[in-house]
């Protein structure tokens, strides 16, 4: 008895609808998997030989041959890297929400560092209340406004210092830091922190500086996470060790504070009484010394850094420098000091601090994590994927950038076709502290600081090289970390350019 036709069509049409289901199926899988292009690795170690000491560079050479996202094998780590402006403001902006999760270093975890964090916990209930505090009360201009004379008297201080030595050899990089140190210090505690005749603050510039160090030295545990027990480079016991010293220098003013019975105005309030005040169910001491243990890692070397790059520009452009003097001369005259109120009037030592920012900021932004899957530019990027932002290579980009390797601050001057970029991770060409919702609070504190201190130093005096070194023989190479630190610290030597009473 043969099969009924009606049964043979079934068939055939069960067949084809098969066939056609695991066309769709594997085209789906396909576009699932479909992961930005990316350059071949070893078995094992993936791309990491290919990061070199430079990783900044190595990963713009790389994006130069497979386009401005591309995925690289770091060890069992999928990792996937944005080197253009526009590929930046897909991560940051159009899926801010899924890939502003955080890739914590090991070593960061440290006396489970990463549970209190602002910079490196997710965005978590917690994590939203910590930004809420440093965006509404630490960092909001009526709070900075209030603590305008703790910086004044602290900047003051550097220079007088500078001109007691006057003639003497000025060390850039060492004066602005502990400059930068007492700024904070004075913020969060209401004194100066750093005294260069105190064994105790020396040991805290040291703490800073060795933590920053481990931040970005390569972790063996980070790439294979199943060494995390071994910590065969000893990262994780060496950053515990410095962890516990800063917590233990900001548990001193936290149980000083807690034990006096003074109560000061709003307006008089530093940065630790309004912690303190903070304090809740969820947000207990431990949180407020780690934000407090933040602060001084993330304000103090990279803002000195940039001021230390900034001066070395100017030093460098003789021409440049004459042009902010003449600003400076003009704005606020030789008979007093820069106060804050008069940064506004400062147009080119503003364009300054921008192209400080671009060519010399960055260079990797901290790691994001995408905490789902999403799509960008027509490829996959799977849940879990760390997410790096190359921000030294967008600021060298030569569609954005005109001669993207030279000192320019016209190019941000009005009447410029730059002139409207800015730094407050709206323009996704200048992002020196990030954009969306992982944006960097202290913006607003950092500015202010690069600005008054790089503008009392220009304003106060002039500088040279010593030893009759030549602009040309300048060493301006550099040193890859968290921010780009100049390789050799600039040494200048001071000619006061004001009347002698205003020092």
């Known amino acids: 008895m043969g099969i009924p036709l009606f049964s043979w069509y079934s068939v055939l049409l069960t067949a084809v609808s098969l066939v056609f289901f695991l066309f769709v199926w594997r085209r789906g899988s396909k576009k699932r998997l479909a992961l930005p292009p990316g350059p071949p690795g070893w078995p094992i170690v993936g791309n990491l030989f290919q990061l070199g000491k430079r990783p900044h560079e190595s990963l713009y050479a790389l994006s130069l041959k497979y386009g401005p996202l591309m995925t690289l094998r770091l060890g069992m780590k999928t990792t996937v890297v944005a080197t253009s402006p526009a590929m930046a403001k897909e991560v940051l902006k159009t899926h801010d929400t899924i890939l502003a999760g955080r890739t914590v270093a090991v070593a960061v975890k440290s006396l489970s560092h990463d549970k209190s964090s602002l910079v490196f916990s997710d965005c978590t209930p917690y994590w939203r209340q910590l930004r809420r505090i440093s965006t509404v009360e630490l960092f909001s201009p009526k709070r900075l406004e209030a603590l305008q004379q703790n910086r004044r008297d602290q900047v003051f201080r550097t220079i007088r210092l500078i001109f007691e030595d006057r003639g003497k050899d000025v060390d850039i990089a060492h004066t602005v830091f502990c400059t930068i140190l007492n700024l904070l210090g004075t913020m969060i505690f209401s004194t100066s922190v750093f005294d260069p005749q105190n064994p105790a603050s020396v040991g805290l510039k040291d703490t800073i500086c060795e933590m920053m160090k481990i931040t970005t030295t390569p972790n063996l545990v980070d790439f294979f996470p199943f060494l995390r027990v071994l910590d065969p480079q000893g990262l994780s016991r060496d950053m515990a060790r410095y962890f516990k010293e800063l917590y233990d220098f900001s548990d001193t003013f936290i149980r000083k504070r807690l034990s006096q019975s003074v109560q000061r105005n709003d307006s008089e309030k530093d940065f630790l009484d309004v912690l303190l005040d903070s304090t809740s169910e969820d947000f207990t001491l431990v949180g407020v010394r780690a934000l407090i243990a933040e602060m001084f890692i993330a304000g103090t070397e990279t803002t000195a850094s940039t001021i230390e790059w900034a001066m070395a520009e100017f030093i460098r452009n ?186």
């Open 318 to 503: 003789p021409d440049k420098l004459k042009r902010a003097h003449q600003e400076l001369d003009e704005v606020i005259g030789c008979n007093r000091k820069v106060e804050e109120s008069d940064l506004d009037r400062l147009p080119y030592l503003h364009a300054a601090v921008k192209e400080t920012f671009r060519l010399r900021t960055g260079p990797l932004m901290l790691p994001h994590k995408a905490t789902s899957s999403c799509e960008i530019g027509g490829f996959v990027i799977p849940k879990d994927t760390e997410i790096l932002v190359n921000v030294w290579a967008i600021g060298k980009d030569p569609s954005v950038w005109k001669n993207p390797w030279d000192f320019m601050p016209e190019r941000f001057l009005e009447g410029h076709e730059n002139s409207k970029i800015g730094y407050g991770g709206q323009n996704f060409e200048l992002l020196p502290f990030g954009s969306g919702r992982r944006i960097c609070p202290g913006l607003p504190l950092a500015s202010r600081m690069v600005h008054i201190v790089l503008a009392s130093l220009l304003h106060s005096f002039d500088w040279k090289l010593p030893d009759g070194m030549s602009c040309e023989q300048m060493d301006m190479s550099d040193e890859f970390g968290v921010s780009l630190k100049k390789a050799a610290d600039l040494k200048a030597i001071p000619t006061p350019r004001l009347p002698h009473h205003l020092y």
